[in-house]
Nanobody, 126 residues
Framework: QVQLVESGGGLVQAGGSLRLSCAASGRSFSSYKMAWFRQGPGKEREFVAAISWNGVSTYYVDSVKGRFTISRENAKNTVYLQMNSLKPEDTAVYYC???????????????????WGQGTQVTVSS
């Protein structure tokens, strides 16, 4: 069992930056593939980025490539999402997700993750 708590959201102007954090409780954090999803106003929840259990490999949706960076510190049971050059269309509730997985496969759908945080709001003003 893993509990996830996101933090770091807020209001930022277009072009600005934010860093989201997701703290995990429970053991074996390093055995989990971690991901960030987001849900904008009136939209479905969508995949943003994922990172392998050891932090070596990452995967991004095209719309955030070059602007967002996912990373993790297994010693701190924490995963991060550094968001730069933010745009108004990045406005959403951002969710952290986890699945216990050592494979090299990437997973982009909600049903493929077992644990979720409560979300943190990111608002980008124009």
């Amino acid at each position: 069992q893993v509990q996830l708590v996101e933090s770091g959201g807020g209001l930022v102007q277009a072009g600005g930056s934010l860093r989201l954090s997701c703290a995990a409780s429970g053991r074996s954090f390093s055995s989990y593939k971690m991901a960030w999803f987001r849900q904008g106003p009136g939209k479905e929840r969508e995949f943003v980025a994922a990172i392998s259990w050891n932090g070596v490999s990452t995967y991004y949706v095209d719309s955030v490539k070059g602007r967002f960076t996912i990373s993790r510190e297994n010693a701190k049971n924490t995963v991060y999402l550094q968001m730069n050059s933010l745009k108004p269309e990045d406005t959403a509730v951002y969710y952290c997700a986890a699945r216990q997985d050592y494979s090299s496969s990437w997973f982009r759908t909600i049903s493929q993750y077992d644990y979720w945080g409560q979300g943190t709001q990111v608002t980008v003003s124009s």
